[in-house]
């Protein structure tokens, strides 16, 4: 089946650093997301990108689909960007079923 | 447009008692999810909706967990009777179709004492 591997496990920053967590997997995919899971535990979705380049706001991500890998970079790391970030893939291998990664735990400090 | 509802938010229940949760999709969402995450880990798919079919229900602990989604929108998660590693918080999650985006609900913290 398809493996999803995040790296680094564990990112700590300064307040007002840049950041890149990066996802790779082992197979095609169709639909890979990235998500962030605040202290609280919800589950925010951050992008739907099995390919290309998105932005939102200090967030932007870039799936390279040949290559089978993702990066999300974060700038300007503010506090609430604290919490777990989770890269997930599915496709026609995983019956589409979402292949979670171990997550990158990201503090950023004051 | 509203996100995935769920209830109730927090449980605390005794161990051989039982439990149910309560989800509700964003419309027109054929696709309703249903995952266990341990503290620390990813979430773990337990049963997957594709209208009121399930289409996938293999890590689902059938001997004390069911699920149910009569009318292809609202769905149900019972444990019964609940155990210590039940223990967890409990997330419903939608999408168009099979292949999409998946969207979280806030999920339901289950505390088994």
């Known amino acids: 089946g398809i493996q999803v591997e995040q790296s680094p496990p564990d990112l700590i920053l300064q307040e007002g650093a840049n950041s890149t967590l990066r996802c790779n997997f082992s197979?095609?995919?169709?639909?890979l997301q990235w998500f962030h899971q605040n202290p609280w535990g919800q589950l925010i979705n951050l992008f739907y990108i099995p390919s290309g380049t998105k932005q939102n706001g200090r967030l932007s991500a870039t799936t390279v689909a040949t290559e089978r890998y993702s990066l999300l970079y974060i700038s300007s790391s503010q506090t609430t960007d604290s919490g777990v970030y989770f890269c997930a893939v599915g496709g026609l291998d995983s019956n589409y079923q979402l292949i979670w990664g171990a997550g990158t735990k990201l503090i950023i400090k004051p | 447009e509203a996100g995935v509802a769920q209830s109730p938010r927090y449980k605390i229940i005794e161990k051989r008692q039982s439990v149910a949760f309560w989800c509700n999709p964003i419309?027109?969402?054929?696709?309703l999810y249903w995952y266990q995450q341990i503290l620390g880990q990813g979430p773990k798919l337990l049963i997957q909706f594709q209208n009121n079919g399930v289409v996938d229900d293999s890590q689902l602990p059938k001997d004390r967990f069911s699920a149910e989604r009569l009318k292809g929108v609202d769905s149900t998660l019972k444990i019964q009777p609940a155990k210590l590693e039940d223990s967890a918080v409990y997330l419903c999650?939608?999408?168009?179709?099979?292949?999409?985006?998946?969207?979280f609900g806030p999920g339901t913290r289950l505390t088994v004492t």
């Open positions: 197979d095609s995919v169709n639909n």
């Open positions: 999650a939608s999408s168009l179709d099979r292949a999409s985006e998946q969207y």
């Open positions: 419309s027109g969402h054929a696709t």
